[in-house]
Each structure stands twice: as structure tokens, then as C-alpha cells.
């Protein structure tokens, strides 16, 4: 028969998760494009920096053109790199006129002080050329194949970005007049230093928006947390709940959001609670009515038999009473059984209860039953305290008892402790029966569950309701090998808080 594979239910992520991711993509998609727009409010203008320093070398460069006694245009001895691009922090050229009358910028062609922007990227250093050049194509001085920008005008100046001999440049070409006689000089500039400058610029955005949002999420998980704080507070009042107790949550510090939650569950708590006291109530009843007639036809019983003389009579009204004992031990389990529930007990339920103290009564009350099979029925206690329900805890010890007592042999020892084990109350009891198998330790907890050689006259409830008693009091019912020799260890361990 195929095998089909079973999906384990997936865990649902957490609130603090669920409005950190539906922060997070709207904080990212906002630092992007708060990045972008400081990009352009930053960039652009240093962009348009670098311009104006190339459309000023362009004006100082055809201020340096002149009309020979020829009639032919000449061009001055220039050294580029002596050619002013002046930025922020330099002083500006010498002004002009206009576009065509030009007053001569003095070129300083031993200055190599570097500028502003070059002290403050020292590896900042670009190529720089230049054309002079007639509308019809005729070079006057320069590099003959740089070519006339043809994008972007401002005025007389035009802009473009283009490739040449291999280099990337940002070029400007002037169109002005000279002695009446159209002329157009060209610059041209590598943008290593624009992309430096840039990339630094975006770097520096970049970190400070980054920081920014990292800031603004730590304020979102703050504030989350401190939000969550009633929910957390509610999950630490269920955690430490009494599994008994059915009172309905206070709606005081609920939030809004989660009211409506925490009434429905108040709402089922109450529904619990009320089946609950309705089935206790039903079983005291039921206890009592079924008491009265079984402990009446014990008396018809015992009456029969001293009435009668048969002998075979005599031995039918024996198995009688065995059977009625049978089901009245029965009828008083299945009654212990149910109003062990958790449920079945409040807050105010629970008491100080000495251990030692406990084990005395108990011992004295089976003590005549234990001689009369002659076990040796001992105690080793020490002073310990815990907080329970005592006619639970009572009946605990009379099932533990009155389950060894059944299983010691004649002529074994039951011995009853009790004290603390790592700082933990525990209450033990021990026979040197035959012990109970690794393979039926769980199964004997279940309820009418009798292992193999068990006495015919148990029920199988004992160490359930034992099972059930230790789990209304958050205890561990442990089944363990006797100290010595053959025989069980029966052990409820209570949580450390409970001494």
C-alpha cells in the first residue's frame, strides 16, 4: 500500500516579523529613491561646475586669438597646461566684454598649484585639449581631430560627451567672433576626475541614507516591541496559568486588536468551567446513588450468610461479595478518576502539604492490610512541602500502596519516601515484587490496562489515576527499577517551585 507523505504544518512568521517586512519595503524603496533624488540635487550642479570651468578655459583660450597684419587669424603660443579650469574655492578668470571683444586672461604658464578639488582628490588629473577651428572645417591650433560638440546649448556654448582616441571626454565648443570673423573653439576634458568626485558623492549619500534608514528600523522595532508589550504580558499570564484554572482573562491591559480574541477564549474558559462543575456534580450524584444500593446489598449479603448453613450456598454468596467489593472499588476509582481532572480544581484548592506528614497517614491506614500478608511496610522521610490538593494527593498514596501491596509477595518490604532530589520534592514508593517490564511502563499508566500476572482483583485504573493526580499537580509519575533487587520504584517528582 503507498505510503503518502504527510507536511508537517508550517510555523506562521510573528507579528514583530510581519510589521518589520511590511516596513521594510517601503524604507528600501524609499531610500532608493531619496538616494536618486540627492543624486540629482548633488550631482547635476557639480556637473554644471565642470562646465563652467571648460566654457571658461574656451573664452580664455579665444581671448588669445588675434587678427595678423595678413589678415589671418593666429593664434597665440599656448600651453594647456597652463590653461585656468578654475572650481570652487580658485579665483574666476579676468571678465570679458562679450562674446567678441576679449580681454586678454593672463595665463600663467609656471603655475602648478593644483586647485581646490585637486588637493581634496590628489589622484583627481585629467587630460585636456583643445581645438581652434573655422565654421569650415580649417583647424587653427590644436588637435586637429577633436571634434565640434553638438548636444546640449547654453548661449554660444554648446556641450557634449563624447569618445576620442580612446578617452571619454566632456567637451565645449565656444562659437564667438574675432575681428568680424566667425570662430569656434573647442574643449575638451577626460572625466576621471568627474567620476571620482561623483563617486564620492554617492558614496557619502549612499552611507548617510543607509544609516538613516538603519536608524528609522531601530525606532520600528522599538516602537513594535514596546507595542507588544500587553500581548507579551498576556502570553506570560497563560504560561503561568494553574492547568485547573478556569478564570476568564482580565480585558484591562488587552489591547484593542487582540480584545476580541481574548473574549472568545474567555468565552470557552467559561463554557469549560460550567461543563466541568456540571459534570462533577453528576458524578457526586451518580457516587452517592450507586453507593446506597451497593452498600446495601453488601449488608443483604453478609445477613444471607450468616443465615445460611448450605455450604454451597455459602460459597456462591462469597463470589457475590467478591464481586460486589469488585465493583464498589471500581465505582469509587472510576469517581477518584474524574474528579482528578485539572479542570476539576481552582486556585484555591491547592494547600501546604507536608509530605512526611502525608506518608505517616497513609502508612497507618494500609499498615494492617501489609501485616495481614506479612510485608514489611517501612518509611524513610525527611521534612518536605508542597502545594497541592490533600485528598489528592491522599489518594495518590493509597493507589501506590495498594498497588505494591498487591504485587509484593508474602514476606517482602514496601518502603515509602520521600525528601528532596536536586532540589526537587518527590514522593516514592518501593516493593520487591517482580517489577514492571521497560516494554509495559507506559502501557500500565493507561486506564483498564492490567499487565500480565496482575492480581484479578484490580480494576487497570490505580496508576492511572496516579498518572492523572500528578498531572493536575504538574508533576512526573516515573516508573523505575527498585534500589535493590528485584521489584519497582514508583516516583512522582514535583517541580522545583512547588517546596
Avoid at 490505580?462 to 523505575?480: D, P, Q
Amino acid at each position: 500500500m503507498p505510503r503518502t507523505a504527510t507536511r508537517s504544518p508550517s510555523r506562521a512568521p510573528s507579528i514583530r516579523g510581519r510589521l518589520l517586512g511590511y516596513l521594510l519595503l517601503p524604507l528600501v524603496l524609499l531610500l532608493v529613491a531619496s538616494i536618486w533624488a540627492d543624486h540629482r540635487t548633488y550631482v547635476t550642479p557639480m556637473y554644471d561646475v565642470f562646465d563652467r570651468a571648460l566654457s571658461r578655459a574656451a573664452v580664455a583660450i579665444a581671448a588669445h586669438v588675434r587678427r595678423e597684419p595678413d589678415g589671418q587669424l593666429h593664434v597665440e603660443k599656448l600651453d594647456t597646461g597652463s590653461i585656468p579650469l578654475h572650481f570652487p574655492g580658485t579665483h574666476p578668470p579676468p571678465p570679458y566684454n562679450n562674446a567678441f571683444q576679449h580681454r586678454r586672461p593672463p595665463i600663467r604658464l609656471d603655475d602648478d598649484r593644483p586647485t581646490s578639488w585637486m588637493r581634496l582628490y590628489p589622484g583627481a588629473r585629467d587630460n585636456f585639449l583643445y581645438r581652434v577651428s573655422l565654421p569650415d572645417g580649417r583647424t587653427l591650433a590644436g588637435d586637429d581631430g577633436l571634434p565640434i560638440a553638438n548636444g546640449e546649448v547654453v548661449e554660444n556654448l554648446t556641450y557634449g560627451d563624447i569618445t576620442y582616441k580612446q578617452l571619454a571626454l566632456r567637451i565645449a565648443s565656444y562659437h564667438t567672433e574675432v575681428s568680424g570673423q566667425p570662430l569656434v573653439v573647442t574643449v575638451g576634458e577626460t572625466v576621471h576626475r568627474r567620476d571620482i568626485v561623483v563617486r564620492r558623492l554617492d558614496t557619502v549619500i549612499g552611507l548617510s541614507d543607509g544609516i538613516q534608514l538603519l536608524l528609522v528600523l531601530g525606532l520600528c522595532l522599538f516602537g513594535i516591541t514596546v507595542a507588544l508589550r500587553p500581548i507579551n504580558r498576556l502570553r506570560e499570564q497563560l504560561m503561568h496559568r494553574q492547568p485547573q484554572s478556569l478564570q476568564p482573562l482580565p480585558l484591562d491591559p488587552v489591547p484593542g486588536e487582540v480584545r476580541p480574541l481574548v473574549e472568545s477564549l474567555n468565552s470557552l474558559l467559561v463554557a469549560v468551567r460550567d461543563s466541568t462543575v456540571a459534570q462533577q456534580h453528576f458524578l457526586t450524584n451518580a457516587a452517592h446513588q450507586l453507593r446506597t444500593p451497593l452498600t446495601g446489598l453488601k449488608a443483604q449479603l453478609e445477613v444471607l450468610a450468616n443465615e445460611s448453613g448450605d455450604q454451597v450456598q455459602q460459597e456462591r454468596i462469597a463470589r457475590l461479595q467478591d464481586s460486589v467489593n469488585r465493583l464498589a472499588h471500581t465505582a469509587n476509582q472510576l469517581l477518584a478518576l474524574a474528579r482528578a481532572e485539572p479542570s476539576a480544581h481552582g486556585p484555591g484548592d491547592f494547600v501546604a502539604i507536608q509530605l512526611d506528614a502525608l506518608i505517616g497517614t497513609v502508612a497507618d491506614a494500609m499498615l494492617d492490610r501489609a501485616l495481614a500478608q506479612n510485608i514489611d511496610l517501612g518509611a524513610e522521610c525527611e521534612p518536605v512541602q508542597v502545594h497541592g490538593v490533600y485528598w489528592l494527593l491522599h489518594e495518590l498514596l493509597i493507589n501506590l500502596l495498594d498497588n505494591a501491596i498487591r504485587h509484593t509477595p508474602q514476606g517482602g518490604r514496601i518502603t515509602l519516601r520521600c525528601g528532596l532530589h536536586h532540589g526537587a520534592p518527590y514522593l516514592e514508593v518501593e516493593d520487591s515484587g517482580p517489577g514492571i517490564p521497560l516494554a509495559e511502563r507506559e502501557r500500565v499508566r493507561e486506564r483498564f490496562y492490567r499487565a500480565a500476572g496482575s492480581d484479578s482483583q484490580s480494576s487497570g485504573l490505580g496508576l492511572a489515576i496516579v498518572e492523572e493526580i500528578a498531572r493536575s499537580h504538574r508533576a512526573r509519575f516515573e516508573i523505575l527499577d527498585a534500589q535493590e533487587g528485584p521489584g519497582a520504584r514508583m516516583r512522582i517528582a514535583f517541580p522545583v517551585h512547588q517546596g
